[in-house]
């Protein structure tokens, strides 16, 4: 285990209905270098993960919603699945997270259907995005270039498509952190 991102902490917000490997495999590829993560949802306890074509597991919430500050982390990560960012987008307080995160400048990593919530936040105007390919017109429609690619990053962005992209997904996120400016304006 390497110690890169030790010290660092990454959100993580998702709600019932993530993609479970999309956040199950990028945790623990931050884990691995040394990373802390928080799971934060708008509701406590547990939220429940969507396993391809079922429910699968539940994951511990860290940190309601209504308690998380967008400058106390170091990175957001946001899952896929159709039914996390589509319940996300449509939550304010989720909305708001995600714009005030972007608006630090720190790096920020959705997957699959995860940037629906950036859309949302209109956070997505003039850049390069890959997601799920059924998010294509959503993407352009929100000013933004949509290609069809593992992975894009653009800014403070990362983007994929979907979990076989995860590796190269967790890896470029890790590079982001590490090479992220030490304090991003806030």
Request: charged letters at 25%; hydrophobic letters at 40%; proline letters at 7%.
């Amino acid at each position: 285990m390497s110690s890169e991102l030790r010290g660092k902490k990454i959100a993580i917000l998702a709600t019932d209905g993530f993609e479970q490997v999309e956040l199950t495999e990028p945790r623990k590829a931050l884990s691995n270098v040394g990373a802390t993560t928080v799971v934060i949802a708008p509701k406590n306890g547990e939220i429940k993960g969507w396993n391809k074509k079922d429910w699968g597991q539940s994951v511990k919430v860290d940190l309601p919603l209504a308690d998380a500050n967008p400058n106390d982390y170091d990175a957001l990560l946001l899952p896929g699945g159709v039914m996390n960012p589509d319940h996300l987008r449509m939550d304010p307080a989720a909305v708001n997270f995600v714009r005030q995160f972007v608006s630090t400048g720190k790096p920020v990593a959705a997957i699959c259907h995860g940037p629906w919530t950036l859309i949302e936040a209109d956070a997505l105007r003039g850049k390069t995005v890959t997601s799920w390919p059924s998010l294509k017109t959503d993407i352009k429609n929100a000013g933004a270039n949509w290609v069809d690619q593992a992975v894009v990053t653009d800014g403070q962005f990362i983007f994929s498509r979907k979990p076989d992209d995860i590796p190269a997904f967790s890896k470029a996120l890790i590079e982001a952190v590490v090479h992220a400016p030490e304090h991003a304006h806030a």
